[in-house]
């Protein structure tokens, strides 16, 4: 009790939160400018831009700086706003996802390929997906889903840097 009143109950005035909505032209330069930063921070970080690099050397750079235990590798932040101005769900993870869901379970597995993009594109953590998958994978879901973060992380990375893959 704070002043005759019972904190615990007492309601605190809630604002209206609104997604701020962009234009294509104010969404282009927002891209561009987070391009920069993360092409001036690849440069820093390797010593050359990587504009210098072939494909393959900047593909290198770009898996070897990725974590390879999973807890640090569920830890690394995305930025999901240009996971999805990317398409990179779309366009390079999904169909890795359902060639490697044909591999383990045979063609047909249609179902769990719409869980798993289901459930990057409503942003949800690695370990929840983890979770989701466990019965139905055993112990492979750990494996797949790093194997998938893994896939996720180089992808959108190298579309920030313009590396095309």
């Not at 282009?28 to 391009?35: F, K, N, S």
């Not at 998958?133 to 889903?145: I, R, S």
Request: proline residues 5%.
């Amino acid at each position: 009790e704070y002043m005759g009143e019972d904190v615990a109950t007492a309601a605190a005035p809630h604002k209206e939160v609104r997604r701020l909505e962009y234009t294509a032209a104010e969404m282009a330069a927002i891209v561009e400018q987070r391009r920069l930063v993360a092409t001036e921070a690849f440069a820093a970080e390797v010593g050359v831009p990587i504009s210098m690099l072939t494909r393959e050397q900047a593909h290198m750079y770009l898996a070897n700086a990725l974590p390879t235990e999973t807890e640090p590798l569920f830890a690394v932040p995305i930025d999901w706003e240009l996971v999805e101005l990317a398409g990179v769900i779309g366009s390079k993870v999904e169909p890795w996802i359902r060639g490697k869901m044909a591999k383990l379970f045979g063609e047909g597995e249609e179902t769990v390929c719409a869980v798993v993009v289901r459930h990057l594109v409503q942003r949800q953590t690695p370990q929840d997906l983890v979770r989701l998958l466990a019965p139905l994978m055993d112990q492979e879901a750990g494996t797949f889903v790093a194997m998938l973060w893994r896939k996720l992380l180089f992808e959108f990375r190298a579309a920030l840097l313009g590396v095309p893959t």
